[in-house]
């Protein structure tokens, strides 16, 4: 936390703001719009999950409907295609930034549409803050005219030529869970270029009143708000975001000057017209082996790392649903690891880290 976070906090509980809506939720909004661009309309959610839940349903995703999502991700990205009755079909990535392919990705929008059904959307995901091919993966998307979900839960902060991430979608995500760039305890976001989209997900994140004296209801809606006291917290943290991500940046620059080519070790470098938040630091080791040794040798010094995401079209349960691969993700998974990056940490302590990785390669 930042210092105005509490500042906005104790403003709610002065003014008894404490029921979900309220002056800090729109305040947080248009503080995320003004970092975002003038052109991108905002709703604040209490989750990232609920973001990409109530995307797909106002992208027409509905029960049968199928699905395209980017293997490597978090289930956060896939489980709300579930939701809805869909079903999702898996995509691998490639390797110069571990996203979406965009040729994997029309491989399998040709396959669909021939033997099966056209998706729906598309689910495109910037992981540990690294843009996606926005310019190849939009390009194939609208070959076919299928809409981009852009999830940009870890990517608030990164651009990709000079545009933000979270603006590329038809829809995008942000999510504030703790673990993310910036946080307020648990919180997301949607974001959209259309204002009827955002609105839409408004009124469904509020139970889809419509607007009359009683309680009424022509849609089924959800409980996916953001409260005014989070809001608080979110406001205060936007204001020390670029700070957030300097200092994300300057531990990768780190690691990166002190490990980059040492005993095979090596970092996913930023393509030209790429800006990642860095938000973690992750590095690929020789094999799996030796990954799982310095995983360890840190473990013993009471220090967390851990292996890269595991791709959806390995967990046992989504093992059935089709998927378009070429091995890179499921090889990311085996021989990669993400390093301590948090903003709080000190030069003696990535000293550590890099000490004890040089100390326990074969
Ligand atoms: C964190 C995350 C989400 C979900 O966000 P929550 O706010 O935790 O629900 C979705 N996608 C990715 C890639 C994430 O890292």
Redesign the pocket.
């Given at each position: 936390m930042g210092n105005a976070e509490r500042v906005f906090v104790e403003e709610a509980f002065k003014t008894n703001w404490i029921a979900p809506l309220g002056p800090n939720v729109t305040g947080f909004e248009n503080d995320i719009k003004s970092y975002l661009g003038e052109d991108v309309h905002i709703g604040a959610l209490?989750?990232?999950?609920?973001?990409?839940h109530l995307g797909l349903e106002i992208l027409g995703v509905s029960p049968g409907d199928e699905v395209l999502c980017q293997s490597f991700?978090?289930?956060?990205?896939a489980n709300p295609i579930v939701y809805l009755g869909a079903k999702p079909i898996f995509i691998d990535s490639e390797s110069n930034t571990w996203n979406l392919s965009p040729i994997l990705l029309e491989k399998a929008i040709k396959d669909r549409i021939e033997n099966y059904k056209k998706p729906k959307a598309i689910i495109a995901?910037?992981?540990y803050g690294m843009p996606y091919d926005t310019d190849a993966v939009h390009e194939v998307a609208q070959k076919y005219d299928i809409p981009i979900l852009e999830?940009s839960?870890?990517a608030l902060g990164s651009s990709y030529k000079g545009k933000k991430c979270g603006t590329f979608g038809a829809i995008g995500?942000?999510?504030?869970?703790?673990?993310?760039i910036i946080t307020t305890s648990?919180?997301?976001a949607i974001t959209s270029p259309n204002k009827k989209y955002i609105e839409k997900a408004i009124h469904l994140a509020t139970q889809a009143r419509d607007a009359a004296p009683h309680y009424q209801h022509s849609n089924i809606g959800y409980n996916y708000r953001m409260s005014n006291v989070l809001a608080g917290i979110g406001r205060g943290q936007m204001q020390v975001l670029q700070d957030r991500v300097n200092t994300r940046r300057a531990n990768h620059e780190f690691y990166l000057k002190n490990l980059d080519g040492f005993e095979g070790i090596d970092f996913l470098k930023e393509p030209k017209d790429y800006f990642s938040n860095r938000w973690l630091t992750c590095i690929l080791t020789p094999s799996y082996e030796a990954r799982e040794t310095i995983r360890l040798a840190l473990q013993n010094e009471n220090i967390e790392s851990r292996p890269l995401?595991k791709p959806m079209h390995l967990q046992p349960v989504f093992k059935s649903n089709p998927n378009y691969m070429d091995g890179t993700s499921e090889d990311l998974f085996l021989r990669g690891l993400c390093l301590p990056s948090g903003s709080n940490l000190s030069e003696i302590d990535l000293e550590r880290v890099v000490g004890i990785i040089k100390n326990n390669l074969p």
């Open positions: 209490s989750s990232g999950t609920g973001a990409i991700t978090f289930s956060a990205s995901v910037h992981l999830d839960a870890e995500i942000l999510s504030f869970n703790g673990n993310k648990g919180g997301g995401w």
